[in-house]
């Protein structure tokens, strides 16, 4: 009876250990595990995979890809992770269209690799910039990435914008959506000729022209957007307060071009 015992115990080990559907052949080792947020960058462009739901097979979460000279893409993805590998189904909008594709990312180690780019584990998703174009102004700004899908640039008329006789030789808006799906001008930044600038800055007077964040030796940058809370949803002040703590850092802004 003893004897029988112990043969039933080794098969059963045997079994547990060996089992394509056991625990231990699935994603659960430390060794497999994903980690919530990854960062991807070449260039100019960056990416970000951020995984909300991972039951050890079954994955899901965001997934933001940001072009600097081409149509960025955001939106969320639904797969599986096994042997390694993440196959989903991305649903995401560029250009206002919304699609679906295959999506693969093989990990190593701590990193995922996926069409080019090598995604590295990242601490938080929220923290990562992305360098955004300001259209013909020749800057661009460091804006948070997980915000993308809310934002957007505009060109409005110069014209339109007139301060002591003189207008900007260019503007460039950044527009917001709220938790509405209602888009509001956030931030506008205005590209001034030199001279014209000499002649309208006061540092004795609130600029309603914005603040100076860049120059070279024929223009100037000027920044103007909120310095506080401007919407009753708290998730809309959140994502204001990010931008505009970003807006006001010199350091934000680089040459684009």
């Not at 102004?137 to 804006?143: D, G, H």
């Not at 003189?166 to 799906?181: A, D, E, V, Y």
Request: with cysteine.
């Amino acid at each position: 009876m003893k004897r029988s015992l112990i043969v039933v115990a080794a098969i059963i080990a045997f079994i547990l250990i060996t089992s394509g559907g056991g625990i231990i052949s699935r994603n659960s080792s430390k060794a497999l595990a994903l980690a919530p947020c990854y960062h991807a960058q070449v260039s100019t462009d960056n990416a970000i995979l951020e995984i909300l739901k991972n039951d050890g097979v079954g994955i899901s979460g965001n997934l933001i890809q940001q072009h600097f000279a081409k149509d960025s893409a955001y939106g969320t993805f639904k797969g599986r992770f096994l042997n390694n590998q993440i196959t989903a189904t991305y649903s995401f909008y560029s250009e206002g269209q919304l699609s679906d594709r295959e999506v693969v990312f093989n990990k190593s180690g701590k990193t995922l690799d996926s069409e080019g780019f090598k995604y590295v584990e990242a601490a938080d998703c929220k923290a990562i910039k992305y360098p955004q174009g300001l259209g013909l102004i020749p800057v661009s700004i460091q804006l948070p990435l997980h915000l993308l899908p809310k934002l957007r640039i505009t060109s409005p008329d110069p014209s339109e914008f007139t301060f002591a006789d003189r207008t900007p030789i260019t503007i460039t808006s950044l527009m917001f959506k709220t938790s509405k799906g209602e888009w509001t001008g956030l931030v506008n930044y205005y590209l001034w000729d030199i001279q014209d600038w000499q002649e309208i800055y006061n540092p004795n007077e609130a600029p309603d022209y914005g603040y100076e964040k860049w120059s070279n030796d024929k223009s100037v940058l000027t920044v103007s957007g909120p310095q506080d809370c401007i919407y009753e949803d708290k998730g809309d002040c959140s994502a204001v307060t990010e931008i505009s703590d970003l807006m006001y850092l010199t350091e934000s802004y680089s040459n684009s071009n």
